[in-house]
């Protein structure tokens, strides 16, 4: 079967997913839009970058072209492609996946396979948490029942997902189950003894320390000085929890003030690219994700990869699936410091075992590429 996926930009996390779903069905990727390094910094991290490791390789691929005004991927408006029809009608595809329907292009893709009479897949990630005014909630309620429909069979990545389109009534049999996933190998392999005893070293963290992990872009709505508050009450009760810091953004020398006052020692590692990520993962005993707003938040796939647990806010789009096992991860209510605090102390102390690993596996890449295909064979059966 021969499948087009269209996307916005080539993303760190899906390039894994496309070269394994290259090796099942004849694939083929569209992207809307090629983000510069000077485009990625003003995304949140702070500075300019390229990805370090491959994220187009070991699958067939090209770029549409992109007549919006001002060209990017944060406006529904930014990824523009007309042309997406002439494309789909000359690849001769037998359905279409898109990565979600927040941007122009992905309504485009939509109408022109419509037109072309191929059925359309989609794996998105929204949820019910994520904030939204009373107007927006009643005019989705009213239209969303009908326009999700037009998508012949959905992929969902975890438990709010899947609630999500039962929310809006679709039909529970075109469902199927594509979890939000990484490149477990690739953290595990680099995730070594050795890799955490050489960065702990080079930071002049001892050898016994506690150390919780925050990687990401430093900026308000990952609620970064909760954890500042969280660690110093931590210290007070007996547990020297230490913060290690991978990522960059507005509020980074902000935090670092607020652990020096708090009397909680900070390692700095700034930006930290993908390659260096699992020795990142490895020096930590857990990573913290308290963010306010997160679809979904794929750095606690990593870290679980590294077989490290994760306490994550309740905001957080993977809580029910990634902290079900209490040895792999917890969560806590959302900007209660508190509250943090304590499932941390609890994480951090606990006997340390293969579940996070093991949780990682189960929201691999395989159950991913499992997922699609299912829904692409639905859709194969269902056509006349």
Known sequence: MRLAVLTTHPIQYYGPLFRELARRVDLKVLFA???????????????????????TGGYAHSFLANTARRPGTDTFRGCDTPDIG??????????????????????????????????????????????????????????????????????????????????????????FFSPHCVDTGRFAAGATPEAREGLRRRLGIGAATPVALLAGKLIVRKRPFDLVTAAASCRRRGVPVEILVAGSGPLEEEIAAAAARAEV????????????????????????????????????????????????????????????????????????????????????????????RALAQRYGLSAATDGIEAALQSVRRRRP
């Open 33 to 55: 839009h090629w983000a510069s390094p000077d485009e990625q910094g003003r995304a949140g991290f702070g500075h300019a970058f390229d990805w370090d490791i491959d994220i």
């Open 86 to 175: 002439e494309r789909l009608r000359a690849g001769g595809y037998d359905a279409l996946l898109l990565t979600g329907w927040g941007s122009k292009t992905y309504l485009q893709g939509l109408l022109a396979a419509k037109r072309l009479g191929l059925p359309v897949l989609v794996r998105g990630d929204s949820h019910l948490g994520t904030p939204r005014s009373t107007a927006r909630t009643a005019l989705k309620a009213c239209l969303y029942p009908a326009f999700l429909r037009m998508f012949d069979a959905a992929a969902y990545v975890g438990a709010r997902s899947r609630a999500y389109y039962a929310h809006y009534r679709y039909p529970a049999e075109r469902l």
């Open 265 to 356: 020692p900070m390692h700095r590692l700034g930006f930290c690219n993908q390659s260096r990520l699992p020795e990142v993962y490895a020096a930590s005993d857990c990573l913290v994700l308290a963010s306010d707003i997160e679809t979904w938040g794929l750095v606690a796939n990593e870290a679980l990869a590294c077989n490290r647990p994760i306490v994550v806010s309740d905001a957080c789009g993977c809580v029910p699936d990634l902290t079900q096992d209490p040895l792999a991860g917890r969560s806590f209510r959302t900007g209660d410091p508190d509250a943090l605090s304590d499932a941390l102390t609890r994480v951090i102390t606990m006997t340390r075992t293969e579940a996070p």
